[in-house]
């Protein structure tokens, strides 16, 4: 069992530490979780009555935090608690799963698709031709890769994942079960006869350190690419349609959706269930509120909730008001009772 205490921490994460320094961790845990032989920390000052009632005997803490917390606790300040609990989780993580260079004898690859010798091919995994893939690069079993795709160094490509033709992907990439990189754009023109559907012949373009949930999909694009900018962090379940751009370090959160030609700039924030409409231009550094539709081109460093997306404070006070509206339904449902009443008395 792996033992570790407060000081070695202490050190690790250059934090300020108060308590005894000799206390010991065998394990780390959430705050309503631990025993005394955890590790837990908080970032939300809300969460402060819960680590005074913790069992946690280290608590990593806000460097700003001005509660005292009981004597029995080892605190660590940090100027990035969420950061510095990583750190320590990983010191009790079990190694990563470790794949054996080489091609599966189930898996099906053409003479004109290059595969170092220093990548992984999993079981029944298909590729087809003039592929080229990186070095170091693990795609794992069941995953398939059309024609004519390039995939860069130290990628990982979890099971079941689809890549289409023409799609192009950078270095330490991660792609996780089952997302869909490169399938048609959703493009249809109604007519007397139905449906017609519009030819889709860009491709999807995934720059570098990007990360691509479970179930998520990138559609390809109509024409010229749908483009995944370096660092971007995309959550399970996510849909990005045709020729949509999504900015460096943003962080498109589950059930989220891009519609097409729409440009995400850099750092944006998109959390779950949020949408950005057809065409709009988000600016850099911008936050939408979950469920939030945004159906306006939005500036850089707006923070924006609702359907149809407000800044956030507009957003909340309507929320206020519609309580509000709420509490005067109610009394007027009271009042119309109160008036009846009065009109049976003085009727009779």
């Known amino acids: 069992m792996k033992k570790i205490t407060a000081t070695e921490i202490s050190e690790l994460l250059g934090?300020?530490?108060?308590?005894?320094?000799?206390?010991?961790?065998?394990?780390?845990?959430?705050?309503?979780?631990?025993?005394?032989?955890?590790?837990?920390?908080?970032?939300?000052?809300?969460l402060y009555h819960d680590a005074a009632k913790s069992e946690a005997s280290i608590i990593i803490v806000p460097a700003e935090l001005d509660c005292v917390l009981p004597d029995t606790k080892v605190l660590l300040k940090s100027e990035t608690p969420n950061m510095d609990f990583s750190t320590v989780v990983n010191l009790f993580a079990p190694p990563p799963l470790e794949y054996n260079d080489g091609v599966h004898p189930t898996a099906i690859i053409p003479k004109s698709t290059h595969v170092?010798?220093?990548?992984?091919?999993?079981?029944?995994?298909?590729?087809?031709?003039?592929?080229?893939?990186?070095?170091?690069?693990?795609?794992?079993?069941?995953?398939?890769?059309?024609?004519?795709?390039?995939?860069?160094?130290?990628?990982?490509?979890?099971?079941?994942?689809?890549?289409?033709?023409?799609?192009?992907?950078?270095?330490?990439?991660i792609i996780h079960c089952n997302a869909v990189i490169g399938s048609d754009g959703y493009a249809y023109e109604p007519g007397l006869f139905g449906l017609t559907k519009i030819p889709q012949v860009g491709m999807v373009k995934i720059e570098d350190e990007v990360e691509i949930g479970a179930n998520a999909?990138?559609?390809?694009?109509?024409?010229?690419?749908?483009?995944?900018?370096?660092?971007?962090?995309?959550?399970?379940?996510?849909?990005?349609?045709?020729?949509?751009?999504?900015?460096?370090?943003?962080?498109i959160i589950g059930q989220a959706g891009v519609a097409g030609s729409a440009k995400i700039g850099k750092g944006v924030i998109m959390a779950g269930q949020s949408a950005v409409s057809h065409g709009l231009r988000v600016g850099d550094g911008v936050k939408v509120?979950?469920?939030?539709?945004?159906?306006?081109?939005?500036?850089?460093?707006?923070?924006?909730?609702?359907?149809?997306?407000?800044?956030?404070?507009?957003?909340?006070?309507?929320?206020?008001?519609?309580?509000?509206?709420?509490?005067?339904?109610?009394?007027?449902?009271?009042?119309e009772s109160d008036i009846k009443e009065l009109k049976e008395k003085f009727n009779s």
């Open 289 to 335: 509120a979950g469920q939030a539709g945004l159906t306006r081109h939005t500036p850089a460093g707006a923070i924006m909730g609702g359907t149809p997306a407000v800044p956030i404070r507009e957003a909340l006070a309507q929320k206020r008001v519609f309580k509000t509206f709420a509490k005067f339904k109610e009394r007027m449902k009271e009042l």
């Open 116 to 173: 170092p010798s220093s990548c992984h091919i999993g079981a029944y995994v298909v590729i087809g031709k003039n592929t080229v893939i990186g070095e170091n690069t693990k795609i794992l079993d069941g995953v398939k890769i059309s024609e004519d795709v390039k995939i860069g160094n130290d990628c990982l490509i979890y099971q079941g994942v689809v890549i289409r033709e023409h799609t192009e992907i950078g270095n330490n990439v």
């Open 217 to 251: 999909t990138i559609d390809k694009a109509r024409f010229g690419k749908t483009w995944i900018k370096t660092g971007a962090k995309i959550d399970n379940l996510v849909m990005i349609a045709h020729n949509a751009e999504v900015g460096e370090f943003s962080m």
């Open 15 to 46: 934090a300020e530490l108060i308590g005894d320094g000799n206390v010991t961790i065998t394990g780390v845990a959430s705050l309503d979780k631990a025993t005394s032989s955890d590790l837990s920390f908080f970032t939300n000052r809300k």
